[in-house]
């Protein structure tokens, strides 16, 4: 049975709130600390670039095959327990990296950890979405900024291993062990019962009515992450060769792209749950959509390094709340159990993150960078227009 809101005490209600927070920061941390040694991986199994590349889109693929079954676990045992449960065989599928003995079997624990990732994303993020329903008040963008915080976290803890020289298996390993029993020690603290609430008698159950009409609105929240999707990527991907080939600055300066981005990122997101309470979830997508759109336009009309940079914060800041505005959209859909919606939109923000880098560079290729970024002035127009579709109030009421 699920809790109902009135059974729930303040401190209970804090605790789970600290527990998601807690999952949110182990999954960043556990990819990411396996970053910085990728160099040493390929070494190691003496790999071309290609290769590694090869090894590396199983990743993407792994969650594409996995996202859409995160509802069915999530239905059977709770987002709480899948979060967890799968946060610890994440760290161990992160692990197998440093034990693969050829490219088989890398590309085979990437998969695992795509996959893995996949599910435990849409499980922390439903079991945020519980927590933050009976809150009563937005909590969603700060989770995702703790997230922002254990990437950073996790690429200074791998950093550090590799400049100290730490076998990558016993780096790995004690992550591993480490961060998992993290993530198994906050499940007593999360939410029990099903995320679902039984329904009452007589009730229609929330499945059923209305199924068929959620389509299209999941449809236009899909369109809105792939848009997410655009901006991230921007950065992470193209920032740093659009400084350094269109601009050409040098290598330091043209990793400031992604810090600008990232960090503008973080910023709206730990704050973002404030500006959402105040002026509602679709009115700061629609202004993050503005504000990402003039940015980089600005940025690619005038092309210099302070304007790109300016840019490319602009953008960070623009997109900070659109995926978890979309995920909390999606959740509360009419017709579908909390989950399923929540499930389909991870699984489109993954088709946007693998077509995003193969369209920009295709067009980069036929055109030029410069040309190929405005996908993000129109990822940027797309939300201003489509973030309509977003309920008017960020979080619904207690029930």
């Known amino acids: 049975m699920s809790v109902a809101p009135a059974t729930v005490d303040a401190a209970r209600l804090r605790r789970a709130r600290v527990a998601v927070a807690t999952c949110f920061f182990v999954n960043a941390v556990f990819y990411a600390n396996l970053v910085p040694r990728l160099p040493q991986v390929k070494a190691e199994l003496d790999l071309s670039s290609t290769a590694l590349g090869a090894a590396l889109a199983a990743l993407p693929l792994g969650a594409l095959l996995a996202a859409l079954s995160s509802a069915v676990f999530i239905r059977r045992f709770g987002s709480g327990p899948v979060a967890s449960a799968g946060l610890v065989l994440l760290g161990f599928a992160v692990g197998a990296v440093a034990v693969a003995p050829n490219w088989l079997a890398l590309a085979a624990a990437l998969l695992v950890t795509g996959a893995l990732d996949a599910v435990v994303d849409v499980?922390?993020?439903?079991?945020?979405?519980?927590?933050?329903?009976?809150?009563?008040?937005?909590?969603?963008?700060?989770?995702?900024?703790?997230?922002?915080?254990?990437?950073?976290?996790?690429?200074?803890?791998?950093?550090?291993?590799?400049?100290?020289?730490v076998p990558l298996d016993v780096h790995?390993?004690?992550?591993?062990?480490?961060?998992?029993?993290l993530a198994l020690?906050?499940?007593?603290?999360?939410?029990?019962?099903?995320?679902?609430?039984?329904?009452?008698t007589g009730e229609v159950p929330r499945e059923f009515p209305?199924?068929?009409?959620?389509?299209?609105?999941?449809?236009?929240?899909?369109?809105?992450?792939?848009?997410?999707?655009?901006?991230?990527?921007?950065?992470?991907s193209w920032?740093?060769?659009?400084?350094?080939?269109?601009?050409?600055?040098?290598?330091?300066?043209?990793?400031?792209?992604?810090v600008a981005l990232a960090g503008a990122m973080t910023v709206g997101r730990l704050a973002g749950d404030r500006f959402v309470d105040r002026f509602g979830?679709?009115?700061?997508?629609?202004?993050?959509?503005?504000?990402?759109?003039?940015?980089?336009?600005?940025a690619l009309a005038v092309p210099s390094v302070p304007t790109t940079l300016m840019g490319f914060a602009m953008a960070g800041l623009g997109v900070a709340t659109l995926v978890p505005a979309v995920y909390s959209a999606a959740d509360e859909l009419p017709g579908l159990p909390?989950?399923?919606?929540?499930?389909?939109?991870?699984?489109?923000?993954?088709?946007?993150?693998?077509?995003?880098?193969l369209l920009v560079g295709v067009l980069a290729d036929a055109i030029s960078l410069?040309?190929?970024?405005?996908?993000?002035?129109?990822?940027?127009?797309?939300?201003?227009?489509?973030?309509?579709?977003?309920?008017?109030?960020?979080?619904?009421?207690?029930?």
């Open 123 to 165: 499980a922390q993020n439903a079991h945020g979405l519980r927590v933050q329903r009976l809150y009563g008040r937005s909590i969603l963008n700060a989770f995702h900024g703790i997230w922002s915080i254990g990437a950073v976290a996790g690429g200074l803890l791998g950093s550090a291993a590799a400049g100290l020289d």
């Open 172 to 181: 790995l390993g004690v992550s591993a062990v480490v961060f998992g029993a």
């Open 185 to 200: 020690a906050v499940l007593r603290a999360m939410l029990p019962g099903r995320d679902e609430p039984a329904p009452v």
């Open 210 to 236: 209305r199924r068929r009409a959620a389509i299209p609105a999941l449809a236009v929240l899909g369109v809105l992450a792939t848009c997410a999707a655009f901006v991230e990527d921007a950065g992470s």
């Open 239 to 258: 920032s740093a060769l659009y400084l350094r080939g269109e601009l050409d600055t040098g290598a330091a300066v043209a990793g400031l792209g992604f």
């Open 281 to 298: 979830q679709r009115r700061v997508a629609r202004a993050g959509g503005a504000l990402t759109a003039v940015g980089m336009g600005l």
């Open 338 to 357: 909390h989950g399923v919606g929540l499930a389909v939109i991870n699984w489109l923000l993954r088709i946007g993150f693998l077509v995003s880098p």
């Open 370 to 399: 410069r040309f190929a970024l405005l996908t993000v002035v129109l990822a940027g127009l797309g939300t201003l227009l489509l973030g309509r579709a977003l309920p008017r109030r960020r979080v619904p009421d207690q029930v």
